[in-house]
């Protein structure tokens, strides 16, 4: 294992490739990059997808994933670990038993992808309760946007009129800290709310309207993950993670008709 005098600290994304390079692990590294952290990754599926459309999810083995996140307990020092894509009751359960069986205690952000937006299921049923009941209580932080807080409350998405009461459900029900992304509410600025013991806390950027651009959700958990692993505490990681994902939607680009693809361009260590 890696000392303490290791030059960058090391931050492990667990989630599915996005052969389109937009979303998934491919968006992870790249973040990481950006924010000067050096980024491992441990692949649960292999996707089919461009952005706007994804034609096939097949997971990894039970196997494959359990010895890809094994030796790398085993061999780095992690500072800081994402989890994106699990797609399976199994696969998460391999996840936590790796956690448990190496006694993981580095900062967890878990990004609750359920959904594509293009609306393809990404979890399996069987796997939500297990989501719930196991993965998202042990997170340093969850990122549930507004269909996917909707599914953590059993309740229809269109029943959410308040997004900063709807944050302080999840706190309640889940007991750890949790942003609740506001992309998906109606609104001239979109307006993220994290609720911790220290109570709720809002973060609020120009919504720009003009671009549905892919991977913002990967690229701005990912982004969260690299600051706690940079030494910040959980308010500043989300704070200069704002102004990182907002950056990166400004200077999206086109890769197929209609469909943005985000910007990784500015460099996060400038927020630092």
Do not use: W
Request: hydrophobic share 35%.
């Amino acid at each position: 294992m890696l000392n303490n005098e290791q030059s960058k600290p090391l931050v492990l994304s667990i989630a599915g490739s996005d052969p389109s390079g937009g979303a998934g692990i491919q968006a992870d590294i790249k973040t990481f990059h950006s924010f000067g952290v050096h980024g491992l990754t441990a692949i649960t599926c292999v996707t089919s997808q461009v952005p706007g459309k994804v034609l096939n999810i097949e997971p990894v083995s039970i196997n494959s994933l359990k010895s890809q996140v094994d030796i790398l307990f085993s061999e780095y020092q992690i500072s800081a670990i994402k989890t994106g894509l699990l797609f399976s009751s199994e696969l998460i359960e391999v996840l936590l038993s790796s956690l448990d069986n190496n006694h993981m205690q580095a900062p967890l952000v878990v990004d609750p992808v359920m959904v594509s937006t293009s609306g393809t299921q990404l979890l399996n049923h069987d796997a939500l309760a297990l989501y719930m009941e196991e993965l998202i209580p042990r997170s340093t932080v969850y990122t549930p946007n507004l269909p996917e807080a909707a599914t953590l409350l059993d309740i229809e998405s269109e029943d959410i009129k308040n997004p900063s009461e709807c944050a302080n459900l999840l706190y309640e029900k889940y007991g750890t800290p949790v942003l609740l992304k506001g992309g998906h509410f109606k609104s001239t600025d979109a307006t993220d709310f994290l609720v911790d013991e220290s109570g709720i806390k809002s973060f609020s950027k120009p919504f720009l309207k003009r671009i549905s651009a892919h991977g913002t959700g990967c690229t701005y958990s990912a982004s969260i993950c690299a600051c706690i692993a940079n030494g910040l505490n959980l308010h500043d990681s989300i704070l200069k993670s704002k102004d990182y994902i907002n950056q990166s939607i400004a200077e999206s680009f086109e890769l197929t008709s209609g469909h943005f693809t985000l910007s990784h361009n500015n460099n996060g260590t400038n927020l630092l």
